[in-house]
């Protein structure tokens, strides 16, 4: 029997979600095969990829079929719901029926996996209050021990993390991706957990994940080091030292913000919490998609495996994992290396701000999320349209 190579890295400690979530693959079972059969342990979803399920794209899933919410939509319609209510009942009730396929992963693992992860609005990622009370509101609605509901790791977002663990609701906190963002997000997550022991309130059920975003990282700087080779490089030497860093930033990055959770959890305030059953907040890797077709479609798997994280895969990467994965304890190894990495990104031949990426980059993650989440509200306003009686 061929190995299962999702289930391999389980032995490592990595769990592995699925970074996709339709009503397709919840209705025809393949959502159930891939928690019962593949090592599935987790869902992560966002405004893009309820946009892309609704309109019916084949790249998320074979069963791909907009039509399947028409008679949601149609109901909707005819209780005189507005349309954002409409899309809320839509995805809340995926949401619901995914984290009732993962309830027994997360009994079995004692509340570590079996999590659906669904985002507050991206419309206010920039406002602390809105996204309080809409994570309040989601988890009470959905009513679903074994979801997370996800805010983006801006500075308003992480005072709202704060308050959301000290109100005991599991949180994944989005969008991360420079390494002090990873360290701010940890310390929101202790400051919440801290909240409550000191109103003598339960830690022990309460989980949290951070996802650190990889290949967007490598995408960004690439096309920087693109753009001064193709200016001209009359220096072999120098080219080589450009050509070198390309592909290799988000996995430095990464195992160097491990090495920062390494350190976190060693401290006097962390141990305190855990003496009172807390659990760890994991890192997790998202935006875990190959971009570049010149490297490996499971370099941001291969190398980033090791204890207590998680890796979010799109369904293509999850088929390419199982077909050629090599499995091994990777996330500790190489730190010299990794360190090196992104201090030379600051030599003049080089000069890349790595700051300045890391701020762009959230930037951006928001209106990527804005912009679909937009798009999907103008195509159910569409359909409500025409389905309404005249």
Partial sequence: MATNHLQEIQEYGQSIWIDNLTRDIIQSGELKNLVANQGISGITSNPAIFEKAMSGDKSQSAYANNAIYDADIEAGVRAQLPTYKIYESLVFADIRNAADILRPVYEASNGVDGYVSIEVPPTIAHDTQATINEARRYFQEIGRENIMIKIPGTESGLPAVDQVIADGINVNITLLFSVQSYINTAWAYIRGLEKRVAEDKDISKIASVASFFLSRIDSNIDAKIDAKLHRGVDDINLEAKLS??????????????????????????????????????????????????????????????????????PPSTIAACVDHCDVGDRLGTNLKEAYQLIESLKDPDINIDINTVMDELLVEGIDKFVQPFQSLMNSLENKVKLLSPV
Avoid: C, F
Wanted: hydrophobic share 40%; glycine share 4%.
């Fill in 244 to 313: 070198a860093v390309k592909g290799k930033v988000a996995i430095a990055n990464a195992k160097i913000a491990y090495q920062e959770y390494k350190k976190i959890i060693e401290s006097d305030r962390w141990q305190a919490l855990a003496a009172k059953g807390a659990k760890v907040q994991r890192l997790l890797w998202a935006s875990t998609s190959t971009k570049d077709p010149h490297y490996s479609d499971v370099m941001y798997v291969d190398q980033l495996i090791g204890r207590d994280t998680v890796n979010t895969l």
